[in-house]
Structures are given as structure tokens and as C-alpha cells.
């Protein structure tokens, strides 16, 4: 009966350890040890019951099946190794005072187990690296625009909604090309992806290393400037027009308008920033188009 207690208390112990991991704490808010102090414990404490309850006949042996999936699937690699072979030195242990262990064929049973221990370990270890890989992948795509290989308007909320967050200024412009669909009309859409690509590299090299460029979608491309003043952004917003004037397809001849602002100037919020910077693209349009316009520049009879 004592025992059966040990391994009892020991399951308990290990269901609401998992349950806390799992359901309640958040690993952003604790170091390192304190995902490393449940494994470590629990190899005292296998260990301990294995010597308490039969040794090489202990039940609580295939505790330390648990343990190996635990540190092998939420561990790195390098973390996750010593655990799996201390899962076989634990499974060892009864060799050090149970002698009649060596006569029962335990041995013989740790030849097979051993091994398989650590080829368990490295295959849980290798299977969580691929789901990781295959998963970053998946996201790295979710936030890609396969035509221009820019961030896209998904990954344009993600960058806005961080740097708000962190109450810093931040700039966004909204860039529209002026007669793009001529081009899909008169040359077809592969001419009109070649001109979409084009307009990507040219804004790239416009913007500052810190800055990003995203296409929203259809010909319309953002630009998210750090620390954004109003200066540097107008001198952003002139070179971008400058740059894409000579933006050509045959006989077309392609210009830009653009629409910039910044938070928290002109606006609190992700979604008020990116209305605003709309509503600035919106004038620079009705105004004559190839110009930019910002939340100060806009007068509200442009639109009449």
C-alpha cells in the first residue's frame, strides 16, 4: 500500500504540474528554470520510488515514459538530450543495489530499453522540429505576397499594431499608382505583374533600412516608417513620386499618389491611422493625382 501511495502521489503530482504548464502559466513570464525544475524533480522522484517500490520490479519505471515525452517534446534540443539520458540513468539505477536484478534477466530487459529510450527521445526531438519548421513556414507565407515577395496587408496590421503599442511615432503611407489599369487593358495581366514587381523594388529602395514595404493589394502599396517625423516623411513621400514617374510599360506612362500620416498625430488607433492615410490618398487623387498629401495638407473642398 505504501507503495501504490508513492506512485499515487507521484501521478498526482505530474497531472497538475502538466495541467499548470498547459492552462495557466505563460512562458514569456518565467525564465528558464522554471520549465527545468519539474524535470529535474521528477527524475529525483522516479527515482526515488523505483528504490522504494521493487527496484528492477518497480511499477513507476514507465513514469519515466512521461517524463522523456515531456522534455523531449517541450525542451530544444540541447535541453531535451541530458533529460533523455537521465531517463536511462534512472532506468539503471536498481543495477547500483539490486543484485537479483542481474539474475532476473533486468539486464537484458535495459539492453532493449536503454537503446530505445534515447531513439524515442531523438524522434520526438526531430518530429517537433519539423511540425516547428513546417509551421513557421506556414506563417512566414500567411504574411507574403507571392507576386512582389513583400509583406502583405496581414503582416502590415502586425508591424502597425506593435509599434503602437510601444507609443513610439510611427508613419504610415498609403501608394496608389495612377493608370495601372490601362495597363492590364491594353498589354494583359503579365505586363501588369511586371509593372507590380517593378513599383516594389522601386519603393524599396526609397524607404530607410528600418522602414517596410507592403503591398496591400491591386496596385496599391504601403510604407511603415519608425520614428516618422513630419519632414522625413514628406521627403519619403516626394522621392517615392519621383521614383515612380519613370515607371513605364510601352506606351503607358505611369504616376503615383500617395497619402501619409502619423500616429499618434493624426490618429490613436490602427484602424484610424490607416482610414486617415486613406483619406489623404482619396485627396491626392481628387486633386489632379501624381502628388502626395498628408493629414495637414488635406482641405476638405478639394473633394467638392
Request: hydrophobic share 45%.
Given at each position: 500500500n505504501a507503495h501504490r501511495n508513492w506512485v499515487v502521489v507521484l501521478a498526482v503530482v505530474c497531472v497538475a504540474w502538466g495541467i499548470f504548464c498547459v492552462a495557466l502559466a505563460k512562458p514569456e513570464r518565467h525564465g528558464p528554470w522554471f520549465w527545468h525544475a519539474p524535470a529535474i524533480g521528477s527524475l529525483f522522484i522516479v527515482t526515488g520510488v523505483v528504490a522504494?517500490?521493487?527496484?528492477?520490479?518497480?511499477?513507476?519505471?514507465?513514469?519515466?515514459?512521461?517524463?522523456?515525452?515531456?522534455?523531449?517534446?517541450?525542451?530544444?534540443?540541447?535541453d531535451a538530450l541530458p533529460y533523455v539520458l537521465g531517463c536511462v540513468a534512472v532506468a539503471l539505477v536498481p543495477l547500483s543495489y539490486d543484485t537479483s536484478s542481474v539474475d532476473d534477466g533486468y539486464v537484458g530487459e535495459l539492453i532493449v530499453v536503454?537503446?530505445?529510450?534515447?531513439?524515442?527521445?531523438?524522434?520526438?526531438?526531430?518530429?517537433?522540429?519539423l511540425l516547428v519548421g513546417l509551421r513557421e513556414h506556414a506563417e512566414a507565407l500567411a504574411l507574403l505576397d507571392p507576386l512582389t515577395n513583400l509583406p502583405n496587408r496581414r503582416a502590415m496590421l502586425e508591424w502597425l499594431s506593435v509599434e503602437t503599442e510601444r507609443e513610439s511615432p510611427t508613419g504610415l503611407m498609403i501608394v496608389d499608382l495612377d493608370g495601372f489599369k490601362d495597363v492590364n487593358t491594353a498589354h494583359g495581366y503579365p505586363a501588369?505583374?511586371?509593372?507590380?514587381?517593378?513599383?516594389?523594388?522601386?519603393?524599396?529602395?526609397?524607404?530607410?533600412?528600418?522602414?517596410?514595404?507592403?503591398?496591400?493589394?491591386?496596385?496599391?502599396?504601403?510604407?511603415l516608417a519608425r520614428a516618422a517625423t513630419?519632414?522625413?516623411?514628406?521627403?519619403?513621400?516626394?522621392?517615392?513620386l519621383r521614383s515612380?514617374?519613370?515607371?513605364?510599360?510601352?506606351?503607358?506612362?505611369?504616376?503615383?499618389s500617395v497619402g501619409w500620416v502619423i500616429y499618434p498625430d493624426d490618429a490613436q488607433s490602427v484602424d484610424e491611422l490607416i482610414a486617415a492615410a486613406d483619406f489623404?490618398?482619396?485627396?491626392?487623387?481628387?486633386?489632379?493625382?501624381?502628388?502626395?498629401?498628408?493629414?495637414?495638407?488635406?482641405?476638405?473642398?478639394?473633394?467638392?
Open positions: 522504494s517500490t521493487g527496484g528492477a520490479d518497480s511499477p513507476a519505471r514507465f513514469y519515466l515514459f512521461f517524463l522523456l515525452f515531456y522534455a523531449s517534446y517541450f525542451y530544444r534540443r540541447h536503454c537503446p530505445a529510450y534515447v531513439l524515442l527521445g531523438l524522434l520526438i526531438i526531430k518530429g517537433k522540429e501588369g505583374d511586371a509593372v507590380l514587381r517593378d513599383a516594389a523594388a522601386r519603393l524599396q529602395r526609397c524607404v530607410r533600412t528600418d522602414d517596410v514595404v507592403a503591398r496591400l493589394g491591386g496596385d496599391e502599396f504601403a510604407v513630419p519632414q522625413a516623411m514628406r521627403l519619403m513621400a516626394e522621392r517615392t515612380l514617374r519613370d515607371l513605364r510599360d510601352e506606351d503607358i506612362s505611369l504616376t503615383a489623404c490618398l482619396r485627396g491626392a487623387k481628387l486633386a489632379g493625382k501624381d502628388r502626395a498629401l498628408s493629414a495637414l495638407d488635406w482641405a476638405p473642398d478639394v473633394a467638392a
